[in-house]
Structure formats: C-alpha cells, structure tokens
C-alpha cells in the first residue's frame, strides 16, 4: 500500500519559515519525482516545486522561487519544502506527490500517488 505522509505544517507569522516534510512508503522513491503542491481555500490545487527521480533537477513555480527549496533525502524515502520568508498568500493545505520516472511536471494530473496535505497558515 503506498502511502505519502506529510508533516511540518502550522502557524507562523510573515517572515517566518517552515520545513514541510513527505515520507514515502511502499513505492520505491527513487524512482519518482516528487512533487509539492498547495490549494487554498476555494480555489484550485496549484503546483508549488517538484524534484526529478534522476539528476535531482528542480524546478519551481515563480511565487515561490528564491524562497523555498525542494530537496530528497533517499535513505529516508523523504522530500522536504523548505520555505522562508513566508507571506499571508502561502496559506494553503500543502500536498505532496509521486510521479514515476519523470524528471519533473506541474501538472498535477501527471501525479499517480498523493498525501493527505498538511496545513501552512501564514498570519500575523
């Protein structure tokens, strides 16, 4: 049974920062790219930063680009978002996912296995 689990989540102010981490169990993780994704309240899950199966090539989305920073740890079948310098507009259920041998996608539907999220508020 896959299973990817979340952590990390909570309450910080502007400017503060969080580390997000994925466990992954019963896919063998190095072959996926895995990917962070968020969706606030009332709109749509939007793509936040993925890393490549091969290579660890990263890609992010320009919201959050020089602020957060995706990273994998394979021993540990784990993916980390580390985000700084945190603003109101991050708020938002962040989800993490699996996507077999693919260097890297934004489109969520490309994503086979997914979390259950775990929630960031930014607020003062």
């Known amino acids: 049974q896959v299973q990817l689990l979340e952590s990390g989540g909570g309450l910080v102010q502007p400017g503060g920062s969080l580390r997000l981490s994925c466990v992954a169990s019963?896919?063998?993780?190095?072959?996926?790219?895995m990917g962070w994704f968020r969706q606030a309240p009332g709109k749509e899950r939007n793509f936040v930063a993925v890393i490549s199966w091969i290579a660890g090539d990263t890609t992010y989305d320009e919201s959050v680009e020089g602020r957060f920073t995706i990273s994998r740890d394979d021993s540990k079948s784990t993916v980390y978002l580390e985000m700084n310098n945190l603003k109101s507009e991050d708020t938002a259920t962040y989800y993490c996912?699996?996507?077999?041998?693919?260097?890297?996608?934004?489109?969520?539907?490309?994503?086979?296995?997914w979390g259950q999220g775990t929630q960031v508020t930014v607020s003062s």
């Open positions: 996912a699996a996507d077999k041998f693919s260097r890297g996608s934004r489109d969520a539907s490309s994503y086979e296995y």
């Open positions: 019963g896919i063998v993780s190095t072959t996926y790219a």
